[in-house]
């Protein structure tokens, strides 16, 4: 296949969250365009949580998402908390990580099963690919079980969890709930294990992203909170982030993209991982080394092996918190409104979800921002693509199509998370 000019076009991406597609154009061999355009139907989150009170953005923020809806209940409860001057009891705080616990093991072993297997297999969905590994298939889905027990239990169901409130929970369980989903959490932690052993053995196309990281960064590694921390050596609080990450909007999509002082960046597990290596478990770490980790990765296609990590580490977070539980004297924390700004972060399985809030003295809403993982991953992707492209030029165009969609669902893009929508000028004539 020669360097001729060409244009190819995917007008729906499968097996990703949400709405999107994809255009790239070679012009006389040289890679022009490189467009992730997302086009889900704006709705308006963000509008629509001015004139709320000040209670209600975890239950409708976790409408975003239907996989990662914990992360948004608990980015919203720590700008909102942080506006309030609260602070969670101790055992209420690990309760939360464990919550967010639940939603790593189930989205993680979704999109390595479900949706990023496939494409190292040569299959094209789920389906196809239990044919011939059913074990793989089973293994993923009872490893998502396991993570939806866990938010079944703590949040009231799997799906837009119902039990999160600001300053806590509604109900918190007795330790005798808890301690039934040791059994299974223990039974997926070796299917994580054996996935993460059939991963290493993949093969892995060559591509090195050079972008900034950006990840939250803490004494643990960072699920629920943390401060702000960048490869670059800058670091912040979550207070801090409108002053180093900026948006702008392209006309090809309606998320906008992201810098992060002045230049591109890529949140998410790789960035999680190579920032916060040393905080992982002695065991984790070591199933990084067996796996052929080093203690920074930055080729988005062998992000498969930092979720297996990741996914491991959850599991075994989740049954330390477990077995240190003690029932809170109180299921939430007081809180009153107040006038002011908060700001909250905690790491979806996506990336870095930051969250805004601005209420009067009555906690009434005044203003909202949700910048999530995928949008700030856009500039990273279509970067990506641009150098995917270029290096495999003499494909054909069904093949490099069909890269081009590897090399997106790297990211497990979360397309419906695109809370923001377009600024629109209307001229008349």
């Known amino acids: 296949m020669t360097t001729r000019n060409r244009q190819l076009r995917v007008d729906s991406l499968a097996r ?30 963000e509008a629509f949580l001015r004139g709320r009170a000040y209670t209600e953005p975890p239950d409708l923020t976790a409408r975003i998402c239907g996989i990662c809806p914990v ?26 990580r464990l919550l967010y ?44 079980k396991a993570g939806n027990s866990i938010l079944e239990l703590l949040g009231g169901r799997a799906i837009h969890p119902i039990n999160v409130r600001v300053g806590g929970f509604h109900r918190t369980p007795e330790r005798t709930e808890l301690a039934v989903l040791i059994e ?26 050079e972008h900034d990281l950006l990840a939250a960064h803490g004494d643990r590694y ?3 909170t943390g401060d702000v921390h960048t490869a670059a050596g800058g670091g912040f609080t979550a207070a801090e982030f409108p002053r180093h990450v900026t948006e702008w909007q392209v006309p090809h999509s309606t998320a906008l993209h992201a810098a992060v002082d002045g230049h591109h960046y890529l949140t998410g597990p790789l960035a999680r991982y190579s920032l916060n290596h040393s905080t992982l478990s002695p065991a984790a ?28 580490y959850a599991i075994e977070e989740a049954l330390r918190l477990i077995a240190d539980y003690q029932r809170p004297a ?39 921002t949700i910048i999530a993982p995928t949008s700030q991953n856009q500039s990273a992707i279509e970067d990506g693509l641009r150098r995917i492209v270029s290096d495999n030029l003499k494909l054909n165009d069904t093949a490099l199509t069909a890269l081009c969609e590897r090399m997106i669902r790297n990211y497990d893009p979360c397309i419906s998370c695109a809370a923001h929508f377009l600024t629109l000028d209307v001229m008349r004539r």
């Open 16 to 45: 990703v969250e949400g709405m999107g597609a994809l255009r790239i154009i070679v012009d006389d061999g040289r890679v022009e365009h490189a467009e992730l355009d997302i086009y889900e139907p704006p709705r308006f989150f």
């Open 71 to 96: 992360a948004y209940q608990t980015s919203a409860c720590n700008a909102l908390e942080q506006l309030c001057g609260v602070e969670l009891d101790p055992q209420l705080r690990a309760l939360r």
């Open 101 to 144: 616990c639940g939603e790593w093991i189930s989205s993680h072993a979704l999109h390595i099963h479900l949706l990023h297997l496939p494409d190292f297999l040569g299959y094209p969905d789920a389906v196809t690919l239990a044919a011939d590994h059913r074990d793989l298939v089973e293994q993923g889905l009872a490893l998502k």
């Open 184 to 209: 299974q959490l223990c039974r997926a932690q070796d299917y994580i294990v054996t996935t993460a052993g059939f991963a290493a053995r993949l093969d892995f196309p060559d591509l090195e992203l």
């Open 222 to 224: 960072p699920i629920e």
């Open 285 to 312: 770490r070591q199933l990084a080394a067996e796996i052929g980790l080093a203690d920074s990765c930055r080729n988005p296609f062998r992000s498969i092996l930092v979720r297996c990590v990741e996914t491991y």
């Open 330 to 368: 109180r299921p939430a924390v007081p809180i009153a409104p107040r006038a002011g700004t908060g700001h909250g972060v905690s790491e979806a399985p996506r990336g870095l979800l930051y969250h805004r809030y601005e209420t009067d003295a009555d906690g009434v809403i005044r203003s909202a």
